[in-house]
């Protein structure tokens, strides 16, 4: 290796760790202010000073933890089957189709990359009043369903496209299977690392997002993660208690942080495969 090479891959491995370092001192600020009593007030950059789980006591009782993470299942479970249902099932012919009507229907999708949720929102709410729909725990779901529909169409179709060869789906019509027998049983099955990428990028989204929860959810008992931290930010009479909501937020990612731990090699393998053929 030259000396220009190795100079050029040291500082490369510098920059790398200088913005990891950057993006771990508020991290480990945090997590070091967690572990502090909620009556422990000094400088939060004198790390790990004191070592309790006071906070994180008072963070699972007062945002009623187990009930809220059951709230964030339901909402991001119920959210990413739809998503991986009807993204599936629609970049299907889009894929396949040479017609002008898929081509528009694809350009059609990908449009929604481009509009924020946060435009049409008044509209969107006002079409829910006018359809009496009721506005429960369970309404963030439409809106959760319809945004993640561009991006995951968008990646079902590349990966059809290019990881699903024709040739299969020709056997099996020979052999008399529908179209919608082909579908499930021939190439659904072989969508599973796109489908994993669409579940846990969608999914990470969903669990995390505390927009939607907070235009549509108003009960306490039906607040999910992101919701329930709400009562942890203080006002002029009553300050915030910084430890305790440091608490609540790692409270909030401990369920992600496992299941990522479990399916990381999947969420890597299928954001390759989206990115690649997409």
Known sequence: MTLRKWLSKGSIQIVVLVVMALNLIPLIIAFSTSLRDPSNNTNPLALFQELSL?????????MHFPEALWNSIVLTGVSVIFVVLFAAMASYPM?????KLSKFM????????????????????????ALHIPTNQYTPIFMFITCSLPFST?????????????????????????????????????????????????????????F??????????????????????GDQQNPTQWNVL?????????????????????????????AVKG
């Open 106 to 129: 694809y350009l059609f999708f990908l449009s929604g990359l481009v509009v924020p949720a946060q435009m049409v929102l008044i509209p969107i709410v006002q079409m829910i009043n």
């Open 212 to 233: 939607f929860n907070m235009i549509f959810i108003s009960g306490a008992d039906d607040s999910p993660l992101p919701l329930a931290m709400l009562g942890f930010l």
């Open 95 to 99: 894929a396949r189709l040479k017609t």
């Open 54 to 62: 006071a906070s994180y006591k008072s963070a699972f009782e007062r």
């Open 246 to 274: 440091f608490a609540a937020c790692f409270l909030c990612a401990l369920p992600l942080l496992l299941a990522f731990l479990f399916l990381q090699k999947y969420f890597i393998g299928g954001m390759t495969v989206g």
């Open 154 to 210: 968008f990646l079902y179709t590349g990966f059809i496209r290019s990881g699903v060869p024709e040739e299969v789906e020709e056997a099996a019509h020979i052999d008399g299977a529908g179209l919608f027998q082909r579908f499930w049983t021939v190439v659904f099955p072989l969508l599973i690392p796109v489908t994993v990428s669409v579940i846990i990028t969608q999914g990470v989204w969903i669990w995390n997002d505390y």
